[in-house]
């Protein structure tokens, strides 16, 4: 379950973006908030990853007071909320694989993110995730070399790599049909 409680947010320019956001979302829950440009819905999903500051209020998911964690308690709880970033938010010069994989990072060790080890679960789960999407035949495409349908798609797979209990969109995609699986006549 996903609760903000009177959730506000001024910047410094002093732009009052939000003010006393308060509701409940029930696990298992889809909702979408629908608004003009500048009505404050990316800053809204960003305050409750805590992306964005907020100015005052609370995020509460499950039983874990998001709006009060710092540092290795705060990195651990981003753990389990997954962002679709409106500007993809990919490294460009990583392969689709790595983009993907990005997801675990929260989960691996320094050194194995480092490296780039990662296990072969996750490595087995990040191929299903782009035959999922479609890109199957672009895992080691560099995230710079596909087009913007794509790499939304990519940015879709690293969230479910996450396998979060949270899923943030901004600005979802139109939905995309798959490819099927190209099959060899021999």
């Excluded at 509701?23 to 909702?31: K, L, S």
Aim: charged share 25%; net charge positive.
């Amino acid at each position: 379950m996903l609760e903000l409680k009177h959730l506000s947010k001024t910047y410094r320019t002093g732009d009052q973006a939000l003010t006393d956001i308060g509701f409940t979302v029930p696990a298992g829950q889809v909702v979408g908030l629908i608004g003009p440009s500048g009505a404050g819905k990316s800053t809204l999903i960003r305050c409750i990853n805590r992306l964005v500051e907020p100015s005052r209020g609370s995020v509460v998911l499950g039983d874990t007071e998001l709006t009060t964690l710092r540092g290795r308690a705060l990195r651990k709880a981003r753990r389990r909320i997954g962002m679709i970033f409106q500007e993809y938010a990919l490294v460009e010069r990583l392969t689709v694989m790595e983009n993907v994989l990005s997801g675990r990072l929260g989960y691996v060790a320094g050194w194995r993110s480092f490296l780039r080890r990662f296990n072969r679960e996750d490595i087995a789960l990040a191929f299903s995730l782009l035959e999922k999407v479609g890109l199957a035949e672009h895992y080691n495409k560099r995230a710079d070399a596909l087009s913007g349908g794509q790499r939304q798609r990519v940015g879709i797979a690293r969230a479910l790599e996450q396998n979060p209990e949270l899923l943030l969109v901004d600005e979802p995609p139109p939905p995309w049909t798959p490819k099927p699986p190209v099959r060899s006549c021999a």
